[in-house]
């Protein structure tokens, strides 16, 4: 991080709170609201695990198992949120989705997981460190140039590398930004940073990703 990230980072902090009378649905109807609040946002989760997945277990995992155990995951841990109401609905909620299919990781992919993909931790929280495989797929699939499976795989492999040098955080700006579709005040709040060095940090990442697209031949 850089001593002007640093300062971005001191700037406006996210708002973290849910709306007060949502709380209180939560604790009288806590089951039926969580219900309405993941079925809102079921798309969107859907999403993130279909894109974070590790491509070895995408055959025989389906995304709405994950899903189904996030729920229950979620109801369970319900009296934990309205304890510590640090984050929204939304967000915690996106959290316990994240946090399961790490486990559904490790259960199937076990010591292999260790070697292969191993988790990152953003803001105390662990994900399936994924974000670079998987930004490398979505990229590659959209380019028409790309015309074979083993180029296309090749060529993944190569961008894969690249985007891993960029840091986990401006990974992270692109994934939860562009492919998640999270706002910046969403984004800057499962980043555990200021709205400001979100926002900051997703143009600086977009413009590096540009240039490793541009050194590939892979900007059309």
Excluded: C
Aim: hydrophobic letters at 40%; proline letters at 2%; glycine letters at 4%.
């Amino acid at each position: 991080m850089t001593d002007s990230d640093a300062v971005d980072d001191l700037e406006e902090q996210p708002p973290l709170r849910e709306d007060p009378a949502l709380l209180e649905r939560l604790r009288h109807d806590g089951e039926q609201v969580l219900a309405e609040a993941f079925a809102a946002n079921r798309e969107r989760f859907w999403h993130l695990v279909t894109f974070r997945m590790d491509r070895r277990i995408a055959a025989r995992v389906d995304a709405d198992d994950v899903l189904q155990e996030a729920f229950v995951a979620a109801s369970k841990r319900l009296q934990h949120y309205l304890r510590d109401e640090g984050y929204t609905l939304f967000i915690w909620l996106r959290m316990i989705v994240a946090q399961t299919l790490v486990d559904v990781h490790r259960r199937h992919l076990g010591t292999e997981k260790r070697s292969a993909g191993r988790e990152v931790s953003i803001r105390g929280n662990q994900y399936p460190q994924t974000t670079s495989v998987s930004l490398a797929a979505q990229l590659v699939a959209n380019q028409t140039s790309v015309s074979n499976s083993v180029q296309r795989d090749e060529t993944g492999q190569a961008l894969a590398s690249a985007i891993e040098q960029m840091s986990p955080l401006d990974q992270e700006a692109i994934a939860l930004r562009h492919f998640e579709g999270l706002t910046n005040v969403e984004a800057a709040q499962v980043l555990g940073i200021s709205v400001t060095a979100a926002s900051n940090r997703y143009v600086r990442a977009l413009s590096r990703l540009k240039e490793i697209l541009e050194e590939m031949n892979l900007d059309g």
